[in-house]
């Protein structure tokens, strides 16, 4: 029986379990014996050297923590007919250690403000009631690569929003530019590694006339050398940035039409994804504990001889974790969940950049 996927673009695509460039998959064998989980785990730590785990000092502990997680990743893919068990960088981490490295970088920050002004979604400019069923904003080159915010720095904040800056950027003004998120780091009024909001990474682009590129002021996972913020090498301004109504699909939707958002969300349940590519439902709460890139939307659709089985909503997310975790650093998060500020919390607090201002190139 031949299973299809149909995205919403009218594409049938053939569905083959072919692994992919993120995560180890494994089988049940793996997990029968010590000797093959060990194995196992040999084969992870080649893939992910940067594991708590491999280490010699540290391996045994590690690897009673890796064999849990295995195991659970096993079991929740039981019966499952579309997915693969996967492994992720994640997996000898506890979730209380999954929890505290990387998700819990997200700073409320109380009244959004740009310069002495109270910033509200009453600004929302786009009224667009035609908007597409699909978009992805890498098919249009307004995306730049996939990149790590690293174990102990909580910047998930500074990357969506150089992120939101860059998209806007190339749709604006035709050049796509990584932007310094270092630059955000060490100089916005944030709390720098340890949480922050994108709308405080926005308000010093607009206060301090611009970012840096990522090649003048590349990322180093920490706090840098204190240097003159002012006199950084702007080369991308922005002129303002605005909040997209909260609770609202709809608007939401009209928003990332015309570029990508930053979102919040809780992203403690995206320790142990079932598969690569599926379209993540949960289990996860609305408390905002992350910040991401909302940079598209659409629907699959799945097939099974000619009949339409399953059909499913969702928004296209770019991550800070590197191209290791989840379909080549991105998920697919459910859409057409409004309750409790929609899944994982994605409605309550958007936002995106306006006004975009190359400085030079």
């Known amino acids: 029986m031949a299973i299809y996927l149909a995205l919403s ?4 695509l053939l569905l083959v379990l072919t692994p992919a460039a993120s995560g180890i998959y494994f089988t049940s064998e793996e997990l029968s014996s010590e000797e093959s989980m060990r194995a196992l785990y040999n084969r992870w730590c080649a893939k992910y050297p940067e594991g708590r785990g491999c280490s010699l000092d540290n391996k ?3 690897f009673e923590i890796f064999k849990a997680h295995a195991a659970k990743i096993e079991k929740l893919n039981k019966g499952a007919v579309h997915s693969r068990p996967h492994l992720n960088q994640f997996s000898d981490l506890t979730k209380e250690e999954f929890i ?4 819990s970088c997200y700073a409320s920050g109380g009244e959004h403000h740009q310069g002495n002004e109270i910033i509200s979604s009453d600004k929302f400019a786009f009224t667009n009631n035609d908007i597409p069923s699909h978009i992805d904003w890498r098919e249009k ?8 915010q690293g174990d102990v720095c909580g910047s998930c904040w500074a990357f969506a929003a150089a992120g939101a800056v860059e998209g806007i950027n190339m749709i604006k003004n035709n050049e796509l530019v990584p932007l310094s998120v270092q630059e955000l780091v060490d100089c916005s009024t944030t709390k720098g590694c340890k949480s922050g909001n994108a709308w405080r990474a926005f308000e010093y682009i607009i206060d301090n006339d611009g970012i840096s590129s990522w090649e003048s002021n590349p990322y180093q996972g920490r706090v840098g050398t204190v240097w003159n913020c002012h006199d950084a090498n702007k080369i991308v301004a922005i002129g303002g940035y605005e909040l997209v109504p909260p609770n609202n699909e709809t608007a939401l939707m009209q928003a990332v039409a015309s570029q990508p958002v930053v979102v919040g969300v809780d992203s403690s349940g995206w320790k142990e994804l079932r598969d690569l590519k599926e379209i993540f439902t949960g289990p996860c709460k609305s408390n905002i504990s992350h910040q991401v890139l909302v940079v598209g939307y659409g629907t699959e659709e799945r097939y099974s001889d000619g009949r339409l089985i399953k059909s499913t909503n969702y928004w296209l997310i770019k991550n800070s974790w590197g191209s290791g975790w989840g379909d080549g650093g991105y998920i697919r998060l459910e859409r057409g969940y409004e ?3 929609g899944k994982c919390g994605i409605l309550k607090d958007p936002m995106y950049p306006v006004d975009p201002v190359m400085l030079e190139f």
């Open 100 to 103: 505290s490295s990387f998700a």
């Open 339 to 341: 309750k409790e500020g």
């Open 141 to 148: 080159g307004a995306v730049t690569d996939v990149r790590s």
């Open 9 to 12: 673009m009218g594409v049938l």
């Open 60 to 62: 045994a502990a590690r």
